[in-house]
């Protein structure tokens, strides 16, 4: 099984995994582990969900639209665009 660790500013890490069970179950399991390496908390999210959470980051970052969460300084307003699925495919 492989991670992807990505440490955060708060000292913690999150890790996503696909365990044998996630697969099963047809998800992607997001840890936060803290400081110590130590479970904190296991979300589970579908992958279907987890693929379109990845192409809303591309649209935003692509179109360079503004947006509190992924681009504070996008020069873009996201009512200017309409967003088709066709425009981003993983």
Same mark, same amino acid.
């Given at each position: 099984m492989n991670n992807i660790d990505?440490?955060?500013n708060?000292?913690?890490?999150? $890790?996503?995994?696909?365990? *044998?069970?996630?697969k099963n179950r047809e998800g992607i399991g997001i840890e936060t582990l803290d400081e110590n390496g130590n479970l904190e908390e $296991?979300?589970?999210?579908? *992958?279907g969900d987890f693929v379109m959470?990845?192409?809303?980051y591309r649209y935003i970052k692509d179109?360079?639209?503004k947006n509190n969460f992924i681009n504070r300084?996008?020069?873009?307003?996201e009512e200017d665009y309409s967003y088709q699925s066709q425009d981003i495919e993983l």
């Open positions: 990505i440490r955060i708060n000292g913690r890490t999150m $890790r996503i995994v696909q365990t *044998e069970s996630d $296991r979300e589970l999210i579908d *992958e959470l990845i192409n809303y179109y360079d639209i300084n996008g020069i873009n307003n």
